[in-house]
């Protein structure tokens, strides 16, 4: 457990590369200062530094500035995940300074909104997703189950009875359709939300709008961590794959063979 700062508003470096723009920003506390999303076609290796820098110069402020790095461990894509981390640990090291992680799908339930029951589904390859169920209030987001890696079946079979949900995510936008057909073979109401996040969810079900700067969460709940005093040396922090690889998946069907 780490000491926290006599700042208390302290200066924070974000980035999400789970998903497949990604995004980055920059926070004092809880205003952000800067933030930017980033290219969907092209890899995180490409533009990340770019926009790390891009951000530290429209801000006026310097890497050795930064108080608390802070990074979505995942789940998500396994490459963008290592590459976020390796960069945010880099930064720490060079700065000296503590790194916060921050969960893929909790960044998602806490972009949706306050809730008492959001799905985070994020897509996991092979038709999967990744999916967690959290309580979203005062800014924090509050696992309610473990996340796991299921089919969208799977996932109708353990959250479709609840009669009151926000589903939230890239994986939810894909599955839109089947969401809403299931709602209303339920004689649910299935609306997409329009309004701002802070707004409560209407009752029914709901489709939180998408979002392409998941960073702003993750910075939000770093400073939970931060103010908790719960950060961890650039060593300490670890992915939370939730899966194992394509790679690993395919070495253990050679070994069962």
């Known amino acids: 457990m780490s000491k926290i700062s006599d700042n208390p508003e302290p200066l924070i470096l974000a980035i999400e590369t789970a998903t497949r723009a990604g995004s980055v920003a920059l926070a004092r506390g809880r205003e952000i200062l800067w933030s930017a999303s980033g290219d969907a076609s092209a890899s995180h290796s490409t533009n990340l530094i770019d926009m790390v820098e891009k951000g530290l110069q429209s801000t006026g402020t310097k890497l050795s500035e930064v108080d608390l790095f802070a990074a979505a461990v995942g789940p ?19 700065a000296g300074k503590r790194c916060a992680g921050v969960s893929t799908l909790a960044a998602i339930a806490h972009a949706a909104g306050a809730s008492e029951h959001t799905v985070s589904l994020l897509p996991a390859g092979r038709g999967e997703l990744f999916a967690q169920l959290f309580l979203v209030r005062d800014g924090q987001a509050r696992e309610l189950d473990a996340a796991a890696h299921l089919a969208p079946k799977a996932i109708l079979e353990r959250y479709g009875e609840m009669s009151d949900l926000i589903w ?21 109401s299935f609306k997409e939300r329009t309004s701002d996040s802070s707004s409560q969810a209407p009752p029914g079900w709901s489709l939180a709008p998408a979002t392409d700067q998941l960073a702003i969460s993750i910075a939000a709940l770093a400073l939970d961590v931060y103010q908790s005093g719960n950060t961890v040396s650039p060593g300490e922090l670890q992915a939370v794959y939730v899966r194992a690889s394509d790679a690993e998946i395919n070495e253990q069907c050679q070994h069962k063979k």
């Open 76 to 94: 998500g894509s396994f490459t963008g995940v290592r590459i976020g981390l390796a960069t945010i640990k880099s930064f720490a090291v060079c």
């Open 168 to 188: 939230a995510g890239d994986g939810a936008h894909q599955h839109a359709a089947a969401l809403h057909e299931w709602a209303k073979a339920r004689r649910l």
